[in-house]
């Protein structure tokens, strides 16, 4: 995986990045100033904590739970980047390449799945 100077790390926040280019850049950020990467199973159990956050957001702006006195309800975007980064850290150091992951398990998914949830009575409910 090729990973991006430090002049090149910066993207600007109305153009697109892909899965390969977020990759190189969290490797960049962990070089510059994280120092390394923490290993594997301190990154998993970042992530849990990470998804543990967004999860407890989502189920009181989407949910039945409320917010209480003093939390802030507009940190979602920052929620879901948090599990991003902490994602996109294992990927790397585990040597994954998150573009061809994705793409082979959208592949199987539609092989799966191609007409499985259109025949889903439990989801053609409520339309």
């Not at 290993?39 to 989407?62: F, K, M, W």
């Not at 949910?63 to 975007?77: C, I, M």
């Not at 007409?115 to 889903?120: L, S």
Request: aromatic share 6%.
């Amino acid at each position: 995986m090729d990973f991006l100077s430090s002049d090149q790390r910066s993207v600007a926040p109305d153009s697109e990045l892909s899965l390969a280019d977020a990759q190189r850049q969290v490797h960049a950020w962990i070089q510059e100033h994280g120092v390394r990467y923490f290993a594997p199973l301190t990154n998993l159990a970042q992530l849990v904590e990470e998804v543990g956050e967004l999860a407890r957001l989502l189920s009181r702006t989407y949910g039945e739970q409320s917010f209480k006195p003093g939390e802030d309800a507009t940190r979602l975007p920052d929620e879901f980047a948090d599990v991003l980064f902490v994602l996109l850290c294992l990927a790397n150091q585990t040597g994954v390449d998150l573009t061809q992951a994705l793409a082979a398990n959208l592949a199987k998914k539609t092989q799966r799945d191609r007409d499985r949830h259109k025949q889903n009575p439990k989801l053609q409910q409520n339309q």
